[in-house]
């Protein structure tokens, strides 16, 4: 596989929403873009009664922004552009009124935390060690904090972002509620994800969206508030520390 893709399957009522970079699963805007849009055309879907979020190939669930693009942003308004295709992201996921089952198979860095703390549910197997780096490059976690900490707690995501360098194993994911269950295998959470998506598709669908509803209580903010930490990160990425930073990945 070398070129990115996003893709849209459905299974026994269940859709399948797989991404892919050859970087690492990291997301550039045209593949956030299509994200949005995938997870969006599946919400409305009738054939689909629950959402299962995965990534390609057997390695890194998701490496997080693309530095790649982010090296090439020359203003603050083109930088807000670009951390707004995590938000849309974020709030398609909490809009979305089918529940979402992730499905997290190895690292997960930065944005790729924020989307598995986006998900309802989240499932991974023991190598799905997380990270959040973004003050490494002069940045930091704005857009993707307020779902962690709605997940994690606060003083939790105040850890990993201080300790920026720091891998967190997947045990500790769980432990802190971003994981519901760790396997051993992908091919046992292969097994699990398959199963429980299957099973949540036969429950009675409105009773699905309104849980998903209390599920997300207190987030209506968030269609203004995500914005407000895109344009923050927007702005930082043009500090000299992390051009400079950067530079190192080019």
């Known amino acids: ?7 849209l399957k459905i299974e026994n009522n269940v859709g399948y929403i797989e991404f892919f970079h050859p970087n690492k699963n990291s997301m550039p805007s045209e593949v956030l873009n299509e994200l949005e849009q995938s997870i969006v055309s599946a919400g409305s879907n009738d054939e ?5 979020l995965k990534s390609g190939g057997d390695r890194t669930f998701c ?13 603050a ?16 996921m909490r809009n979305c009124p089918k529940l979402i089952v992730g499905r997290v198979q190895g690292k997960a860095v ?18 799905a060690s997380i ?9 930091g976690p704005f857009v993707i904090e307020p779902v962690v900490s709605r997940k994690i707690g606060s003083a939790c995501l105040s850890q990993m972002t201080i300790n920026a360098e720091t891998f967190f194993s997947a045990d500790f994911g769980r432990e ?49 508030l995500l914005p407000e930490r895109a344009e923050i990160s927007g702005k930082l990425v043009l500090s000299k520390f992390t051009k400079k930073t950067l530079e190192r990945f080019r």
């Open 131 to 139: 990270k959040l780096s973004e003050l490494t490059i002069g940045i």
């Open 63 to 75: 490496a997080g922004a693309s530095f790649k693009e982010l090296i090439l942003i020359e203003d």
């Open 176 to 224: 802190k509620g971003l994981f519901g269950e760790v396997f051993d295998t992908t091919e046992a959470l292969d097994e699990a994800v398959k199963s429980l998506a299957e099973k949540l598709a036969t429950y009675n669908p409105d009773a699905l969206k309104e849980m998903k509803i209390v599920f997300w209580k207190g987030t209506e903010n968030w269609s203004t």
């Open 110 to 127: 930065g944005g790729g935390v924020g989307l598995a703390a986006a998900t309802d549910y989240c499932l991974a197997t023991k190598y």
């Open 48 to 52: 689909i009664r629950v959402i299962v």
């Open 1 to 7: 596989m070398e070129n990115p893709y996003v893709t």
């Open 77 to 92: 308004e083109t930088g807000k552009d670009f951390f707004m295709g995590f938000a849309n992201v974020l709030n398609a």
